[in-house]
């Protein structure tokens, strides 16, 4: 029965081209920035009830979430559609490649749980504010993921450095990422007449920038610390007096993160303290390192076109961040991704990237791993010993996630 499910799943997303291309081309033509995806979810949602599938609009409380489901009974699959662009740049991470992937995936998916009869369900899940806004965590918050056997979504990344005919990687780990805003309150004085009588923010911001660049010498190789002046001052004859700065501390791990941010946190306390500022903290939304599922991952190297797909190499690229990480702490999760190729080498969020995501080239891509995709979740969902493994396997990960490791 596999192979015929096989050929019921391509078939199925070979049949549904047309609607595919066009979700792919309507989100890409109109980027929306994090929680102010209406055009996508609405092309979503008339899409999907168009060809027949019952669908919740603006689900889990979420204006821009949207979920379909499909069958009954049986194991659960959910797969993620990301649709949110960045400011000014569109597209540049790609996410109407994954949507468009997780679409195909959920079609052929369906068309399979229809031919056979199993039990089984499958859900196509709008997940928004991926950039930054941390949609999934409102979800797994909302229950969105609750009881799935598994999660899967695939993210494009430039092609370079993958050695032809490699053109996709199973295994990507990808960094845990604390997000904090720093204010700074001090003082205002006239700079001229009163200096002394200031207390000066910008000389907090500025000291604790000067710390966390000597901090960076002596952080792992995998860690990373980057951050932004959100307001430092107006007027050069005003003394500061609140300032802010925003800061990501991203590590292997969610303790480790965590572990870095105190580091951080120093910086911030002792700048407070040298200038006599007042300090506060303001957490965003972090997100947890992505621990990807092996046997979903090796499953998938064996579902796509042979010798298309490495297991782990390179390990590096997407060493990102992605809302994704904190839905492998749910149930199993799969985060794979593919290359597009573009010009000079150019990574995410780039102009080049968005240029080369808007591609019949990559959009064909989308749809080769929506078919792996679509593949998994049939095997997860029709074959009880490769689901079982699964399920112990992600039960012995989250045990030593929880040990830090």
């Not at 792919?24 to 899409?47: Q, R």
């Not at 782990?312 to 809302?323: H, K, N, Q, V, W």
Request: net charge negative.
């Amino acid at each position: 029965m596999a192979q015929n499910m096989i050929r019921v799943i391509n078939d199925e997303i070979k049949h549904r081209n047309a609607e595919i291309s066009s979700i792919n081309k309507h989100i890409y033509h109109n980027p929306e920035l994090a929680y102010e995806e209406h055009k996508a979810h609405d092309a979503f949602v008339s899409t999907l009830q168009s060809l027949g599938f019952t669908v919740t609009p603006h689900a889990y409380g979420l204006e821009t979430a949207f979920s379909a489901d499909v069958g009954s009974g049986g194991r659960l699959i959910v797969f993620n559609a990301e649709y949110d662009a960045l400011p000014g740049i569109g597209h540049a991470c790609g996410h109407n490649l994954i949507a468009s992937s997780s679409f195909a995936a959920f079609l052929g998916l369906a068309a399979a749980l229809k031919s056979s009869g199993q039990p089984g369900r499958v859900r196509l899940l709008g997940t928004p504010a991926e950039e930054g806004g941390g949609g999934k965590l409102q979800l797994i918050a909302a229950g969105a993921y609750q009881g799935a056997s598994a999660s899967l979504m695939v993210h494009p990344g430039p092609s370079q450095g993958l050695p032809p005919p490699i053109r996709g990687v199973a295994f990507v780990r990808m960094l845990a990422n604390v997000k904090m805003r720093v204010h700074f309150t001090g003082r205002e004085a006239h700079a001229a007449i009163a200096p002394w009588d200031g207390v000066n923010a910008l000389d907090a911001v500025c000291l604790s920038y000067n710390a966390i660049s000597m901090l960076r010498q002596q952080i792992r190789p995998y860690e990373r610390i980057h951050g932004v002046f959100r307001s430092a001052g107006h007027r050069p004859n005003v003394t500061p007096a609140d300032c802010e700065v925003e800061y990501y501390m991203r590590s292997a791990t969610r303790a480790g993160a965590q572990a870095l941010w105190e580091r951080v946190k120093k910086c911030f306390e002792g700048a407070a303290l040298a200038t006599g500022c007042e300090m506060r903290v303001e957490p965003l939304n972090s997100y947890a390192d992505v621990r990807p599922s092996r046997a979903l991952c090796e499953e998938y190297v064996q579902a796509m076109p042979q010798g298309t797909v490495g297991f782990d190499e390179p390990a590096d690229i997407l060493a990102g961040s992605t809302d994704m990480g904190d839905v492998c702490y749910e149930c199993p999760g799969f985060h794979g991704v593919f290359g597009i190729a573009t010009q000079e080498g150019q990574s995410n969020h780039t102009k080049g990237f968005t240029a080369a995501g808007g591609t019949q080239d990559a959009f064909e891509r989308a749809l080769e791993c929506g078919r792996g995709m679509a593949a998994v979740g049939w095997k997860v969902v029709s074959d009880d010993g490769f689901a079982d493994r699964v399920q112990k396997e992600w039960q012995e990960d989250m045990k030593l996630a929880a040990e830090g490791k």
